[in-house]
């Protein structure tokens, strides 16, 4: 096929591969031009997230110092001085529903670096059935388009970091697989070493070649909910309440809310190494969601359920509205189910499954308005109204 241009023709062989040609040259030039990416401050990072992630200010403030500090390392020009500044990897703690995983998909929507998020419940040691260390690194590289360069200035959010803890404060004579031994694998991966990479994943392709990363300029963002540590948090802040100190006036403690004075102790008691958690220097945490943060949850982010519902119907040509106190009830269950964040999904989802059913193929009904009877009505049919508080 000829291609008519002013003065002359060119064939689609020839189109082809000047595309190939210029695809290649741009990448060597520019794999991706760290220097000239727009440095989000702070306060910009954090104004983002709370469009889309309600509460947890504190965790906010953190991550954002934390992306920004990375941003910076990443365009650091060398300079005489010769100093080198260390990232700093990061912890956060939270019951399950708080928003870890959220707070790390919302930043990746914002970021111009690689982002992956690896799970550590699948890890084990090498030689064992699950996946290695490295292919957490895998990931990364996939997201980075096999761009080396790219990926060593990734960042990495590593979920359920709690299911690695340490089965036991003694040591065994057998083999902890899925335990300390993959926080030990890990110790090198998040201080900053030279790795192998697979880079189709591990153990399925054994005869490929291998990739090297350098991970001493990757960001480690770890998060958990580290069921129980509350207990252990009480013990140590009531550990000096005999003896010398107990006529001293003790801080008001918030019980409500006992993971606000998480510590690096906390995490070693619970089953971290000691070695695992000094690369995580950055502890911070989650609150718990109470009825006014998971009453704004349901209607303020951008992508709010009530609006993704509202979207749904819409597409059928179906307007739909709420009353406010449905949103009230909505709460309260969720509270009462304690089924978190995550609940408000399925308790909306249960109010509506008729709708959602009937309405698209009932065209003499254009719009749904869902009263606080009508939600307790569908909701009483559900097998989710039979759940109880044990």
């Known amino acids: 096929m000829l291609i008519a241009g002013l003065d002359a023709h060119i064939c689609d062989y020839c189109i ?55 941003y910076k390392r990443i365009g650091q020009p060398v300079t005489k001085d010769e100093v080198e500044i260390e990232k700093s990897n990061i912890i956060l703690v939270g019951e399950t529903g708080t928003g870890k995983t959220l707070l790390a998909r919302t930043i990746a929507r914002l970021l111009h670096v690689p982002f992956c998020i690896a799970d550590a419940t699948v890890l084990t040691e090498a030689g064992y059935v699950g996946e290695d260390v490295e292919s957490i690194l895998s990931r990364l590289l996939q997201a980075a388009d096999y761009d080396v360069a790219a990926a060593e200035k990734g960042i990495v959010f590593i979920d359920e970091i709690d299911k690695i803890a340490r089965k036991s404060d003694n040591p065994s004579i057998t083999r902890d697989v899925s335990g300390e031994g993959v926080q030990q694998a890990m110790l090198k991966l998040l201080e900053g070493t030279v790795v192998n990479v697979p880079p189709q994943g591990g153990r399925k392709h054994p005869e490929q070649r291998m990739i090297q990363i350098n991970t001493h300029n990757i960001l480690f963002v770890a998060g958990g909910a580290f069921d129980g540590i509350e207990k252990k948090i009480a013990a140590r802040m009531n550990a000096n309440i005999i003896g010398y100190s107990a006529g001293r006036e003790q801080e008001e403690i918030d019980r409500s809310n006992l993971l606000q004075y998480v510590a690096p102790q906390d995490l070693k008691s619970y089953g971290l190494i000691p070695e695992l958690v000094g690369r995580l220097p950055v502890v911070t945490y989650l609150s718990p969601l109470d009825r006014d943060v998971l009453r704004l949850i349901l209607t303020e982010p951008r992508n709010s359920l009530i609006r993704q519902f509202t979207k749904l119907f819409e597409m059928d040509g179906i307007k739909l509205s709420f009353s406010e106190q449905v949103y009230d009830f909505i709460v309260d269950k969720a509270i009462e189910f304690r089924l978190g964040a995550r609940g408000l999904r399925s308790i909306v989802e249960a109010i509506l499954i008729d709708a959602m059913f009937e309405m698209p193929s009932d065209k003499s009904s254009r719009e749904l308005k869902i009263s606080r009877e009508y939600a307790e009505e569908k909701l009483g049919k559900t097998n989710l109204s039979r759940l109880r508080v044990a």
């Open 16 to 70: 082809d591969q000047a595309q190939d040609i210029l695809k290649e040259e741009l990448k060597t030039v520019h794999p991706q031009d760290f220097s000239r990416m727009k440095l989000h401050k702070p306060a910009e990072i954090k104004e983002y997230l709370d469009q889309y992630v309600i509460g947890q200010d504190d965790a906010k403030r953190v991550l954002s110092v934390a992306v920004y500090n990375h």
